[in-house]
């Protein structure tokens, strides 16, 4: 989501307000562990999304947490959490919330995802 400018600096191509609305907490709680993993939709639908909508579909085709959304997007992890639960709520993504037991966070979950920042 960053471009140069031709010196070797980089710089954002989009402000994150604009692509959230102004918004820089989704609209429900959104954990930076949470999975994502895009839902099949008709071509015809892929078309109309945005920019940053089809980055993040190309992205959970593997399934991802949305702080490696955030990492590899580049962007804040606010604008990160606005976006992936506004796709949520217009069905383009499905979200993978860590269940807890006891208190207790899920080992398996924490090493997927402690592996996927390790790729990273």
Do not use: K, W
Request: net charge negative; aromatic share 4%; proline share 7%.
């Amino acid at each position: 989501m960053y471009g140069t400018d031709g010196i070797g600096e980089e710089e954002p191509l989009f402000r994150p307000y604009a692509v959230t609305g102004g918004r820089s907490e989704p609209r429900y709680h959104l954990a930076m562990e949470t999975l994502i993993s895009s839902m099949s939709i008709p071509d015809d639908e892929m078309a109309m999304l945005t920019p940053e909508q089809d980055a993040i579909m190309q992205l959970c085709r593997s399934i991802r947490s949305v702080a490696e959304i955030s990492a590899l997007l580049r962007v804040p992890l606010g604008v990160a959490r606005v976006l992936v639960a506004d796709m949520s709520d217009e069905g383009l993504v499905r979200l993978h919330q860590p269940q807890l037991s006891q208190g207790q966070p899920d080992l398996n979950m924490l090493e997927r995802v402690l592996s996927g920042l390790r790729r990273l």
